[in-house]
Nanobody, 117 residues
């Protein structure tokens, strides 16, 4: 199994940037993909971006973050990043990383991102 720890969240003004990190430990060689999810207050957790091993750097972005966010990883899949630029108040929420590991999924505890007007 794997363990995930998110970091990098904080309070930022609209238009600013943050870089979130998802540090993975354990059997990271078996991770097939990692996704970043956002849960805003009173809303369901939604996929923001993901990256898989399939084609090396296969990525997905929600329409709301395309052109602003970039997901990346190190070669050993020890850390997955979410670079967030041009942040908007609607980006506010708790950001969680999720790792696909065989047939299981593992979650971190999340990191808070708050974007002020």
């Amino acid at each position: 199994q794997v363990q995930l720890v998110e970091s990098g969240g904080g309070l930022v003004q609209a238009g600013g940037s943050l870089r979130l990190s998802c540090a993975a430990s354990g059997d990271t060689s078996a991770i097939s993909g990692v996704g970043w999810y956002r849960q805003a207050p009173g809303k369901e957790r939604q996929l923001v971006a993901s990256i898989t091993r399939t084609s090396g750097r296969d990525t997905y972005y929600a329409d709301s973050v395309k052109g602003r966010f970039t997901i990346s990883r190190d070669n050993a899949w020890n850390t997955v990043y979410l670079q967030m630029n041009s942040l908007k108040p609607e980006d506010t929420g708790v950001y969680y990383c999720n790792a696909a590991y065989y047939t299981a999924n593992f979650w971190g505890r999340g990191t808070q991102v708050t974007v002020s007007e």
